[in-house]
Protein backbone atom coordinates (compact mmCIF):
# COMPACT_ATOMS: atom_id res chain seq x y z
CA UNK A 1 0.00 0.00 0.00
CA UNK A 2 1.43 3.64 -1.12
CA UNK A 3 2.17 5.72 1.77
CA UNK A 4 -0.20 8.74 1.14
CA UNK A 5 0.91 12.07 0.45
CA UNK A 6 -0.20 16.13 0.52
CA UNK A 7 -2.00 16.83 -2.42
CA UNK A 8 -2.27 20.92 -3.56
CA UNK A 9 -5.46 21.40 -5.13
CA UNK A 10 -5.57 24.23 -7.43
CA UNK A 11 -9.20 25.88 -7.42
CA UNK A 12 -10.39 28.72 -9.17
CA UNK A 13 -10.44 31.94 -7.14
CA UNK A 14 -13.90 33.17 -5.35
CA UNK A 15 -14.80 36.76 -6.90
CA UNK A 16 -16.24 37.48 -3.67
CA UNK A 17 -13.61 35.66 -1.50
CA UNK A 18 -10.53 37.40 -0.07
CA UNK A 19 -9.00 33.80 0.95
CA UNK A 20 -7.30 35.36 3.79
CA UNK A 21 -5.55 32.07 4.77
CA UNK A 22 -3.49 32.14 1.62
CA UNK A 23 -2.30 35.40 1.69
CA UNK A 24 -1.42 34.30 5.35
CA UNK A 25 0.50 31.31 4.28
CA UNK A 26 1.91 34.11 1.59
CA UNK A 27 3.30 36.53 4.28
CA UNK A 28 7.24 35.63 4.06
CA UNK A 29 6.09 37.14 0.18
CA UNK A 30 4.33 39.96 1.84
CA UNK A 31 7.00 40.90 4.02
CA UNK A 32 9.40 40.57 0.92
CA UNK A 33 7.67 42.99 -1.18
CA UNK A 34 7.79 45.22 1.42
CA UNK A 35 11.58 45.29 2.32
CA UNK A 36 12.78 45.46 -1.27
CA UNK A 37 10.64 48.27 -2.33
CA UNK A 38 11.43 50.33 0.50
CA UNK A 39 15.40 49.42 -0.41
CA UNK A 40 14.15 50.53 -4.03
CA UNK A 41 12.81 53.76 -2.62
CA UNK A 42 15.91 55.00 -0.64
CA UNK A 43 18.39 53.15 -2.38
CA UNK A 44 21.33 56.22 -3.80
CA UNK A 45 19.12 59.20 -2.98
CA UNK A 46 20.76 62.43 -2.17
CA UNK A 47 18.07 63.25 0.55
CA UNK A 48 16.52 59.51 1.47
CA UNK A 49 14.20 60.00 4.63
CA UNK A 50 15.10 63.62 4.81
CA UNK A 51 13.18 64.19 2.04
CA UNK A 52 10.44 62.43 3.77
CA UNK A 53 10.77 65.01 6.92
CA UNK A 54 11.33 68.23 4.19
CA UNK A 55 8.10 67.69 1.95
CA UNK A 56 5.21 67.83 5.05
CA UNK A 57 7.17 70.86 6.31
CA UNK A 58 7.47 72.78 2.61
CA UNK A 59 3.83 72.15 2.14
CA UNK A 60 2.87 73.81 5.37
CA UNK A 61 4.96 76.49 4.98
CA UNK A 62 3.64 77.42 1.67
CA UNK A 63 0.25 77.10 2.72
CA UNK A 64 0.66 79.09 5.76
CA UNK A 65 1.91 81.95 3.63
CA UNK A 66 -0.53 81.85 1.05
CA UNK A 67 -3.48 80.36 2.82
CA UNK A 68 -3.08 81.16 6.25
CA UNK A 69 -1.96 84.79 6.41
CA UNK A 70 -3.51 85.69 2.98
CA UNK A 71 -7.23 84.59 3.65
CA UNK A 72 -6.91 84.74 7.56
CA UNK A 73 -8.27 81.54 8.20
CA UNK A 74 -9.36 81.18 12.05
CA UNK A 75 -7.86 77.60 13.23
CA UNK A 76 -8.12 78.29 16.99
CA UNK A 77 -7.14 76.82 18.96
CA UNK A 78 -5.00 74.90 17.03
CA UNK A 79 -1.70 77.40 15.07
CA UNK A 80 -2.47 77.49 11.57
CA UNK A 81 0.98 75.04 10.92
CA UNK A 82 0.07 72.85 13.04
CA UNK A 83 -3.55 72.84 11.56
CA UNK A 84 -1.94 72.12 8.32
CA UNK A 85 0.50 69.93 9.33
CA UNK A 86 -2.46 67.15 11.35
CA UNK A 87 -4.24 67.08 7.60
CA UNK A 88 -0.91 66.55 5.41
CA UNK A 89 -0.05 63.55 7.49
CA UNK A 90 -2.79 61.31 6.96
CA UNK A 91 -3.27 62.88 3.39
CA UNK A 92 0.20 62.58 2.24
CA UNK A 93 0.24 58.61 3.70
CA UNK A 94 -3.25 58.62 1.66
CA UNK A 95 -2.30 60.00 -1.82
CA UNK A 96 1.03 58.22 -1.92
CA UNK A 97 -0.31 54.43 -0.69
CA UNK A 98 -2.72 55.09 -3.66
CA UNK A 99 -0.12 56.40 -6.42
CA UNK A 100 1.95 53.44 -5.65
CA UNK A 101 -0.67 50.93 -4.98
CA UNK A 102 -2.33 52.11 -8.07
CA UNK A 103 1.04 51.13 -10.27
CA UNK A 104 1.98 48.26 -8.31
CA UNK A 105 0.54 45.76 -10.81
CA UNK A 106 2.32 46.85 -13.66
CA UNK A 107 5.77 47.41 -11.56
CA UNK A 108 5.79 43.76 -10.76
CA UNK A 109 4.62 42.33 -13.91
CA UNK A 110 7.19 40.08 -14.44
CA UNK A 111 6.90 38.46 -11.06
CA UNK A 112 2.73 37.82 -12.01
CA UNK A 113 3.50 36.31 -15.21
CA UNK A 114 6.29 33.77 -13.78
CA UNK A 115 4.85 32.85 -10.16
CA UNK A 116 1.34 32.54 -8.81
CA UNK A 117 0.89 34.04 -5.23
CA UNK A 118 -2.69 35.80 -3.58
CA UNK A 119 -1.97 39.30 -6.18
CA UNK A 120 -3.48 41.00 -3.43
CA UNK A 121 -0.25 41.02 -1.42
CA UNK A 122 1.45 43.35 -4.32
CA UNK A 123 -0.65 46.76 -3.55
CA UNK A 124 -1.52 45.67 0.20
CA UNK A 125 2.77 46.11 0.37
CA UNK A 126 2.78 49.04 -1.18
CA UNK A 127 0.69 50.80 1.96
CA UNK A 128 2.98 49.42 4.26
CA UNK A 129 6.27 51.64 2.59
CA UNK A 130 3.82 54.63 2.44
CA UNK A 131 3.27 53.77 6.27
CA UNK A 132 6.83 54.17 6.91
CA UNK A 133 6.65 57.65 6.00
CA UNK A 134 4.19 58.42 7.90
CA UNK A 135 5.58 57.10 11.05
CA UNK A 136 8.69 59.29 10.34
CA UNK A 137 6.85 62.61 9.08
CA UNK A 138 4.88 61.21 12.84
CA UNK A 139 7.56 62.06 14.79
CA UNK A 140 8.13 65.61 13.23
CA UNK A 141 4.35 66.54 13.73
CA UNK A 142 4.82 64.85 18.38
CA UNK A 143 7.98 67.54 18.01
CA UNK A 144 5.66 70.34 16.69
CA UNK A 145 2.94 69.79 19.44
CA UNK A 146 5.89 70.12 21.96
CA UNK A 147 6.75 73.31 20.32
CA UNK A 148 3.79 74.98 20.57
CA UNK A 149 2.73 73.60 23.70
CA UNK A 150 -0.46 72.55 22.64
CA UNK A 151 -2.93 70.88 25.69
CA UNK A 152 -4.09 67.58 24.27
CA UNK A 153 -6.33 65.34 26.17
CA UNK A 154 -4.46 61.71 26.32
CA UNK A 155 -7.78 59.93 26.04
CA UNK A 156 -9.05 62.18 22.86
CA UNK A 157 -6.10 61.12 21.48
CA UNK A 158 -6.15 57.59 22.05
CA UNK A 159 -9.74 57.21 20.54
CA UNK A 160 -9.68 59.84 17.62
CA UNK A 161 -6.21 59.18 16.33
CA UNK A 162 -6.56 55.26 15.73
CA UNK A 163 -9.71 55.81 14.27
CA UNK A 164 -8.58 58.44 11.78
CA UNK A 165 -5.40 56.44 10.76
CA UNK A 166 -7.61 53.28 10.30
CA UNK A 167 -10.18 54.84 8.07
CA UNK A 168 -7.47 56.42 6.15
CA UNK A 169 -5.67 52.64 5.75
CA UNK A 170 -9.01 51.43 4.34
CA UNK A 171 -9.83 54.38 2.61
CA UNK A 172 -6.55 53.72 0.77
CA UNK A 173 -6.72 49.93 0.39
CA UNK A 174 -9.70 50.29 -1.21
CA UNK A 175 -9.30 52.80 -3.51
CA UNK A 176 -5.63 51.46 -4.23
CA UNK A 177 -6.82 47.83 -4.85
CA UNK A 178 -9.23 49.42 -7.93
CA UNK A 179 -7.13 51.64 -9.49
CA UNK A 180 -4.03 49.08 -9.68
CA UNK A 181 -6.63 46.74 -11.36
CA UNK A 182 -7.58 49.64 -13.46
CA UNK A 183 -4.17 50.65 -14.32
CA UNK A 184 -3.11 47.00 -16.08
CA UNK A 185 -6.16 47.67 -18.71
CA UNK A 186 -6.18 51.20 -18.62
CA UNK A 187 -2.48 52.90 -18.69
CA UNK A 188 -3.70 56.29 -18.49
CA UNK A 189 -4.93 55.61 -14.92
CA UNK A 190 -0.92 56.62 -14.23
CA UNK A 191 -0.71 59.93 -15.58
CA UNK A 192 -4.10 60.74 -14.37
CA UNK A 193 -4.34 59.78 -10.69
CA UNK A 194 -1.71 61.97 -9.35
CA UNK A 195 -3.41 64.93 -10.82
CA UNK A 196 -6.41 64.51 -9.60
CA UNK A 197 -5.07 63.51 -6.16
CA UNK A 198 -3.12 67.04 -6.54
CA UNK A 199 -7.12 68.73 -7.30
CA UNK A 200 -8.71 66.18 -4.55
CA UNK A 201 -6.48 68.24 -1.78
CA UNK A 202 -7.78 71.34 -2.22
CA UNK A 203 -10.92 69.68 -1.88
CA UNK A 204 -10.17 67.88 1.70
CA UNK A 205 -10.49 69.31 5.19
CA UNK A 206 -6.63 69.66 5.43
CA UNK A 207 -5.54 73.18 4.98
CA UNK A 208 -9.08 75.00 5.73
CA UNK A 209 -11.84 73.76 8.92
CA UNK A 210 -14.91 72.14 7.69
CA UNK A 211 -17.09 74.82 9.34
CA UNK A 212 -15.62 77.65 6.12
CA UNK A 213 -17.48 75.32 3.98
CA UNK A 214 -20.34 77.54 4.20
CA UNK A 215 -23.34 75.86 1.96
CA UNK A 216 -24.69 72.88 3.45
CA UNK A 217 -24.86 70.77 0.38
CA UNK A 218 -21.16 71.97 -0.28
CA UNK A 219 -20.62 69.94 3.02
CA UNK A 220 -22.28 66.89 1.90
CA UNK A 221 -20.52 66.89 -1.42
CA UNK A 222 -17.14 66.96 0.53
CA UNK A 223 -18.56 64.03 2.97
CA UNK A 224 -17.84 61.62 0.12
CA UNK A 225 -14.00 61.81 0.35
CA UNK A 226 -13.13 59.31 3.05
CA UNK A 227 -10.54 61.53 4.26
CA UNK A 228 -13.04 64.12 5.81
CA UNK A 229 -13.88 61.74 7.97
CA UNK A 230 -10.50 60.65 8.73
CA UNK A 231 -8.91 63.97 8.61
CA UNK A 232 -11.73 65.53 11.13
CA UNK A 233 -11.38 62.64 14.00
CA UNK A 234 -7.68 63.21 13.61
CA UNK A 235 -8.14 66.72 14.42
CA UNK A 236 -10.25 65.99 17.32
CA UNK A 237 -7.30 64.35 19.37
CA UNK A 238 -6.12 67.85 19.57
CA UNK A 239 -8.82 70.14 19.80
CA UNK A 240 -12.79 70.27 20.80
CA UNK A 241 -14.76 70.01 18.43
CA UNK A 242 -18.59 69.45 17.49
CA UNK A 243 -19.37 67.22 14.68
CA UNK A 244 -21.89 67.01 12.43
CA UNK A 245 -22.34 63.26 12.37
CA UNK A 246 -24.64 62.94 9.45
CA UNK A 247 -21.08 64.09 7.32
CA UNK A 248 -19.08 61.68 9.19
CA UNK A 249 -21.33 58.96 8.70
CA UNK A 250 -21.39 59.80 4.77
CA UNK A 251 -17.92 59.69 4.53
CA UNK A 252 -17.11 56.64 6.74
CA UNK A 253 -20.00 54.84 4.64
CA UNK A 254 -17.84 56.03 1.26
CA UNK A 255 -15.17 54.44 2.86
CA UNK A 256 -16.47 51.24 3.28
CA UNK A 257 -17.95 51.09 -0.20
CA UNK A 258 -14.20 52.04 -1.69
CA UNK A 259 -13.09 49.45 0.57
CA UNK A 260 -15.82 46.77 -0.96
CA UNK A 261 -15.74 47.92 -4.46
CA UNK A 262 -12.08 47.65 -5.09
CA UNK A 263 -11.39 44.23 -3.60
CA UNK A 264 -14.47 42.90 -5.55
CA UNK A 265 -12.96 44.59 -8.76
CA UNK A 266 -9.75 43.32 -7.93
CA UNK A 267 -10.64 39.75 -7.43
CA UNK A 268 -12.79 39.40 -10.37
CA UNK A 269 -10.30 40.81 -12.90
CA UNK A 270 -6.77 39.54 -11.21
CA UNK A 271 -7.77 36.73 -13.16
CA UNK A 272 -6.37 38.10 -16.43
CA UNK A 273 -3.16 40.14 -14.78
CA UNK A 274 -0.73 38.10 -16.42
CA UNK A 275 -2.20 38.39 -19.61
CA UNK A 276 -2.46 42.18 -20.23
CA UNK A 277 0.06 43.38 -17.59
Not at 32 to 45: A, E, G, I, L
Not at 164 to 192: C, E, H, P, Q
Request: net charge positive; aromatic share 16%; glycine share 6%.
Amino acid sequence: MKDLEDVLVIEPPRKFSLNLTEVWQYRELFYFFTWRDVKVKYKQTALGVIWVVMQPLLMVLIFTLFFGRALNINTDPLPYPLFVFSGLLLWNFFSSSIITAGNSMLNNAPIIKKIYFPRIIIPTSSLLVSFIDLAIAFVVFVAMLVYYAVDVELLSILLFWPLGLLITLVGALGIGSLLSALTVKYRDFRYVVPFGLQLALFVSPVIYPTTVTGHAWIGYCLAINPMYAAITLFRAGLMPMTFDMPLLYISMGSTVIFLVLGLYYFRRTEAYFADIA
